[in-house]
């Protein structure tokens, strides 16, 4: 299979991890005769040093005309700390998945046996968890009508939604629901806000249409507790663009590290793949980045081609690395010399050489950089 693929790094750690993401898929194009051609393109804070713009129209040409999209991460402190900028970096992130439909954002959790002890849960509460979270991706209060007074005292974020915006992400939900445990749980505030009764009718209506799916209901300060409590009782949960964000972040804490997950955005016509992480820019060029849910996420890419032999064992080579502890420091307490690049490199020579996976590991230990 040949894939035009946009490489978009982005801020921060972005340009390391992808760096990581693509040396993986280039391992599995090698291995089983594909073509994975890369295209780069300027986002966020480092396209507003050079363009001005934190989305230029060069990136957007590269995105459309692309089969998909890789992406890094984005953000730079300096906006963080001033509320006042009209130009930012996540106006770049926002504005390709608006450009270009993408309203179903897949995130999966899965706690890894091997990593149990890192979260700060206890280890019988997230045993076994795997469930995945579909956010809506291109409306609601990150894309409604905002206002602020001229005086500056009064600002308004609209939350709004239309049956059909539900709709569609509904299905796409329901639908991998039928492949998983087949159930699924709307979480709404319904009890308060009009947006959520509107999201709960619409997916009442649909239910019928999916009769071996096992539909429940959940306000988003309830489903924020069960998500601590008991995560191993969720299999899909959909939900709205805020709360889906607010979610998936706290269900980092289940995995052990926010550097583990991944995420597709996927439109009818485009798709783009992304750790769902962000610029973390006090780690840039340490080495200390966690590279595994940008290769995880080319896993993803994978998979939405059809290439699944291809995804599986890119996993393989992250279960491998995890059970090695040939991870980054946020993972690692065994050895103190695994960096970003290394952590990449161990699952590319997997890719190639999956038998020989200790030996590689050694070599990799003693700092050689070509692994043979």
């Known amino acids: 299979m040949k894939l035009n693929i946009a490489l978009l790094p982005g801020d921060g750690i972005g340009p390391e991890v992808t760096a990581q993401a693509v040396k993986v898929l280039n391992a599995i194009a090698t291995e089983f005769d594909h073509i994975f051609n890369f295209k780069r393109g300027l986002v966020g804070g480092a396209a507003i040093k050079k363009t001005g713009s934190p989305l230029p129209d060069e990136t957007i ?22 509320p006042n900028a009209k ?3 996540e106006q770049g992130l926002l504005g390709i998945r608006k450009l270009l439909d993408l309203y179903g954002n897949i995130r999966p959790i899965i706690a890894y046996d091997d990593l149990l002890n890192k979260s700060s849960l206890k280890k019988r509460q997230i045993k076994d968890t795997n469930f995945v979270i579909y956010r809506e991706l291109t409306s609601g209060i990150y894309f409604g009508d905002k206002t602020l007074s001229e005086d500056g005292n009064t600002a308004s ?5 239309s049956r059909f915006e539900i709709e569609r992400v509904a299905h796409m939900a329901f639908k991998a629901a ?40 959940l306000y988003i300060d309830n489903a924020t507790m069960q998500l601590i409590i008991n995560p191993r009782q969720f299999d899909v949960i959909l939900t709205e663009n805020m709360f889906g964000d607010i979610l998936s972040e706290e269900a980092s804490v289940i995995v052990g590290s926010i550097g583990l997950l991944a995420s597709a955005s996927i439109g009818d016509k485009h798709a783009m793949f992304e750790p769902i992480h962000g610029a973390y820019t006090k780690a840039i060029n340490k080495g200390i980045a966690n590279p595994i849910a940008s290769i995880l996420s080319a896993a993803m890419l994978l998979d939405h081609f059809g290439l699944d032999d291809e995804a599986a064992l890119v996993r393989k080579g992250v279960d491998k690395s995890i059970k090695l502890q040939i991870t980054t420091p946020d993972l690692n307490t065994k050895y103190d010399n695994i960096s970003t690049s290394k952590v990449g490199d161990f699952i590319e020579d997997f890719i190639n050489n999956p038998e020989e996976t200790n030996l590689n590991f050694k070599n990799i230990h003693l700092g050689q950089s070509t692994i043979i």
Do not use: H, M
């Open 61 to 82: 040409k590269i995105a459309k005309e692309a089969d998909a999209i890789l992406f890094g991460a984005i953000g730079e402190r300096k906006y963080d700390l001033d």
């Open 87 to 89: 130009i930012r970096p």
């Open 157 to 161: 974020d609209i939350c709004k939604y």
């Open 178 to 217: 039928q492949s998983r445990k087949r159930k699924l749980t709307l979480v709404d505030k319904a009890n308060v806000l009009e947006s959520s009764r509107l999201w709960r009718r619409v997916v009442q209506e649909l239910a019928p249409k999916y009769p071996n799916v096992k539909v429940e209901y």
